[in-house]
């Protein structure tokens, strides 16, 4: 059974950076897509970026509206999928998943969804 | 960016009830679609995607039809576990948007 957990810091100071972490158990990372999603509170689904992992590299893919300061790597030694978001304010505030894209034939969607995290954006 | 339209906002219906919650593009898509189920507090669940295909382990009470620009969620007949809010999503080109969200409530 493949889990994902994310986790890092519940609170970010405005202009400074999101770092957090999703850890993949019981599945291979190679050969998916690794997504992170954020929900305002109350609110709705919001797409970040993705990167795919192939086993020898990743290809990365971002929301125009958050490209200039997302970034999402991959470390496979240790199973983690990495989200930095720079210069953050308060409309960075949300709820934080880690899901797993797969493809069928032309086809993708996200399959599996880690909890999610809380970040909050205050000083 | 793609926008999407879910119809309606929020919905009553009762247990037993047929419900249909449709999901409208701003282009043509295929069938790039897909239908997620959040519950409250809990993270999002795929039912339907490729606008049509059902979930392994989705109950077969939900469907998912059309193509191009206009997508329909169907669930036959709702049980007491299907109260939650449900999403569509286009994975047809980036950023893959979502639906607003209908919330669907007991009544």
């Known amino acids: 059974q493949v889990l994902l957990q994310e986790s890092g810091p519940g609170l970010v100071k405005p202009s400074e950076t999101l770092s957090l972490t999703c850890s993949v158990s019981?599945?291979?990372?190679?050969?998916?897509?690794w997504i992170w999603i954020r929900q305002p509170p109350g609110k709705g689904l919001d797409w970040i970026g993705y990167i795919y992992y192939t086993g020898s590299s990743g290809s990365t893919d971002y929301n125009p509206s958050l490209k200039s300061r997302v970034t999402i790597s991959v470390d496979t030694s240790k199973k983690q999928v990495s989200l930095n978001l720079i210069s953050v304010t308060a409309a960075d505030t949300a709820l934080y998943y880690c899901?797993?894209?797969?493809?069928?034939?032309?086809?993708?969607?996200?399959?599996?969804w880690g909890r999610g995290t809380l970040v909050t954006v205050s000083s | 960016d793609i926008q999407m339209t879910q119809s309606p906002s929020s919905l009553s219906a009762s247990v037993g009830d047929r419900v249909t919650i449709t999901c409208r593009t701003s282009q043509s898509i295929g069938s790039n679609l897909n239908w997620y189920q959040q519950k409250q507090g809990k993270a999002p669940n795929v039912l339907i995607y490729a606008a049509s295909s059902l979930q392994s382990g989705v109950p077969s009470r939900f469907s998912g039809s059309g193509s191009g620009t206009d997508f329909t969620l169907t669930i036959s007949s709702l049980q007491p576990e299907d109260f939650a809010t449900y999403y569509c999503q286009q994975s047809n080109s980036a950023p893959y948007t979502f639906g607003q969200g209908t919330k669907l409530e007991i009544k």
């Open positions: 019981g599945g291979s990372i190679s050969g998916y897509y």
């Open positions: 899901a797993r894209g797969v493809s069928t034939g032309p086809y993708w969607y996200f399959d599996l």
